[in-house]
């Protein structure tokens, strides 16, 4: 059974960089054909995917970030890290790590709790 | 960049009716690529159904998927206290490797 792991701070200064990692138990982000993903949630709004990276290590994001943003392999192969630079209050919500399948069928089978990030001086 | 457009925007039924949800792509999608989820207060997405019509594990089979193209179906019939909730319509885009949900439908207790 995998299990998703949200973590980093709560709160982030504006123009500074939001750091998240998701832990992942019961797998690795470099073993079997899945994408580790990022999504997110701002208050009372609907989800918005912010990018992946595939077990090759490829990544894509969604382009309405521009370049704020990168996803990479953490220190153990058990984890992904999301950074988002210059951020503002727009870049509040719940932030999700998820897997998804990337072999025939696509969707999100893995989720985290979500790990709420507030962006505030 | 292909749009989900979810409609309606919130759903008001009573326990034991049948509640239809419509999620319309902005070109023919592949089914293959078409998701559902229910997402609860306070809780992340569950998948309920891929592959357009496919129903996650453990899903009952109340959850019903249905669609192709353009035009995608979520039908959950007889409607129990633990299905009120928001449902989203999740698609790739195989083009650029990119994902895209529905603005998301509520189904309220009326």
């Known amino acids: 059974q995998v299990q998703l792991q949200e973590s980093g701070p709560g709160l982030v200064k504006p123009s500074q960089t939001l750091s998240l990692t998701c832990t992942i138990s019961g797998g690795s982000v470099t073993s079997g054909n899945f994408y580790w993903g990022w999504i997110r949630q701002s208050a009372g709004k609907g989800l918005e995917w912010i990018g992946h990276i595939h077990t090759s290590g490829n990544t894509n994001y969604n382009l309405s970030h521009g370049s704020r943003v990168t996803i990479s392999v953490g220190t153990s192969k058990n984890e992904f890290s999301l950074k988002l630079t210059s951020v503002t209050a727009a870049d509040t919500a719940v932030y999700y790590c998820a897997r998804a399948r990337a072999v025939t069928l696509r969707y999100f089978d893995y989720w985290g709790q979500g790990r709420l990030v507030t962006v505030s001086s | 960049e292909i749009m989900l457009t979810q409609s309606p925007g919130t759903l008001s039924l009573s326990p034991g009716e049948s509640a239809t949800l419509s999620c319309r792509a902005s070109?023919?999608?592949?089914?293959?690529?078409f998701a559902w989820y229910q997402q609860k207060s306070g809780q992340a997405p569950r998948l309920l159904i891929y592959?357009?019509?496919a129903r996650a594990t453990g899903i009952p089979d109340r959850f019903i998927g249905s669609g192709s193209g353009t035009d995608f179906t979520l039908t959950i019939s007889r409607l129990e206290p633990e299905d009120f909730a928001v449902y989203y319509c999740?698609?790739?885009?195989?083009?650029?490797?990119?994902?895209?949900f529905g603005q998301g439908t509520k189904v309220e207790i009326k």
């Open positions: 592959a357009s019509f």
């Open positions: 999740q698609l790739f885009g195989s083009g650029d490797s990119s994902w895209t």
């Open positions: 070109q023919s999608v592949s089914s293959s690529y």
